[in-house]
């Protein structure tokens, strides 16, 4: 068990809609970062947080959006959702005390859209 | 930019014998080197990394990788591997950075299969 939690696990949902993923990190940890793991895409980085702050963008759509309440928890919204959307999501979490901090993965949400 | 080539998408191999899989990486700036392994239906959990110092380095699980600055590799290996090591293998780098933004770059992973 990483400490990272992520709900729900499993999402099935239609095309045109939106959904919420939640992501807690590990006590302590001010970092999340989300990444997307897709059969064509493989995993890629989407986005990074900091205590609150958008701190890093990877390949994140502009249909899907994130942020990082006070109490530290992150959430990514992805709307107008399409086949291609299903993918498994992970946050992770790290402290960024020093620059060789580790990330710890939660186990991941998967979205199937239909 | 970064980027992580796994040269091997699958690797057969029978209980109690060697494996290597194998991780090649190109960066333009100096980079931090992780493994991890993603078991069916589960998070990714971090095998090994190399951040400085000696260039064989060990993990859990009973697994080594080597980094090879002139090669830009960082092959993994264990010299006996078990059913339960049968997961899909990731290979990351993140640049080194005195800053915030440390997001890994993946390789497309390796899936290890060990036969009975």
């Known amino acids: 068990d990483s400490g990272v939690t992520q709900t729900p696990k499993h999402l099935i949902t239609a095309t045109g809609q939106r959904v919420t993923l939640r992501c807690s990190p590990r006590s302590g940890d001010l970092s999340v970062y989300w990444y997307q793991q897709s059969l064509d895409q493989g995993l890629q980085f989407l986005i990074q947080y900091y205590n609150g702050e958008e701190r890093a963008k990877g390949n994140i759509l502009e249909r899907f959006s994130a942020q990082q309440f006070p109490d530290l928890h992150s959430e990514l919204n992805l709307s107008s959702l399409e086949l291609g959307d299903s993918a498994l999501y992970f946050c992770a979490s790290t402290s960024l005390a020093s620059s060789t901090d580790t990330q710890y993965f939660g186990p991941g949400t998967r979205l199937t859209v239909l | 930019a970064q980027s992580v080539t796994q040269l091997d998408s699958q690797v057969p191999v029978f209980e109690e014998a060697p494996v290597e899989l194998r991780c090649n990486y190109s960066?333009?700036?100096?980079?931090?080197l992780f493994w991890y392994v993603q078991y069916p239906n589960q998070g990714l959990q971090l095998l090994l990394k190399?951040?400085?110092?000696?260039?064989l380095v060990k993990g859990i699980n009973g697994f080594e990788a080597e980094f090879n600055k002139s090669q830009t590799s960082f092959h993994l290996r264990k010299p006996s591997v078990h059913i339960s090591d049968t997961a899909e293998y990731f290979c990351?780098?993140?640049?080194?950075?005195?800053?915030?933004?440390?997001?890994?770059?993946f390789g497309s992973g390796t899936q290890l299969t060990v036969l009975p």
């Open positions: 960066s333009s700036v100096s980079v931090y």
């Open positions: 190399y951040l400085s110092g000696s260039t």
């Open positions: 990351a780098v993140t640049k080194i950075s005195s800053g915030s933004a440390r997001q890994l770059t």
